[in-house]
């Protein structure tokens, strides 16, 4: 049965006008495993196995993702102890500043966060306007995803969680 929803959301793949702008994060498209760390204030780690997919969205004009931590087949993750999302990431390339306007979702636990991405020599940097930032490190089957945050007005940051992600598909 066709879903007419997905139907109207899934896209094959870029749109020609913007491909090249696309690629910033349609190489991220397919489906990924990582390891997830994240480091509390007090020094605790938080460690488990998640999965994320990407795919191409809206006329091929934007890259939408779920994150879910832990993975739909880890079973039970006491080391996660609290920490697990089931979320979606919209991101969206906007030409008139260059960048792309990034909108997370996560329903589980009510966080909600927006952010602009751009490249930034070989990482793509994303900063939030709640002082929080994030940059991916990519290479071509994996790529690293680090998360900081800054209480002091991006005076000092601290790492808040490390992403290391493997394709689990090929792309």
Known sequence: MTDPFAEALHSDGPNPD????????GRF???WTFDATRILEDGTKLTGRGEVHFSWVLEGKAVQDVWILPARDAGPSPSLGPWTFYGT???????????WHIFWSDPRNQYYS?????AQG???V???????????????NSFRWLGER?????ATWRIEVEFLA???TPA
């Open 166 to 168: 493997r394709r689990a």
């Open 29 to 31: 498209i397919g489906a």
């Open 126 to 140: 994303q900063q939030g306007v709640d002082d929080t930032g994030s940059s991916v490190r990519i290479t071509g």
């Open 150 to 154: 800054s209480n002091d007005s991006g």
């Open 114 to 118: 927006r952010q602009l991405g751009r």
């Open 122 to 124: 070989d990482m793509i």
């Open 89 to 99: 990431t919209l991101r969206v390339y906007d030409p008139g500043i260059d960048a």
């Open 18 to 25: 913007l491909a090249e702008k696309l690629k910033l994060y």
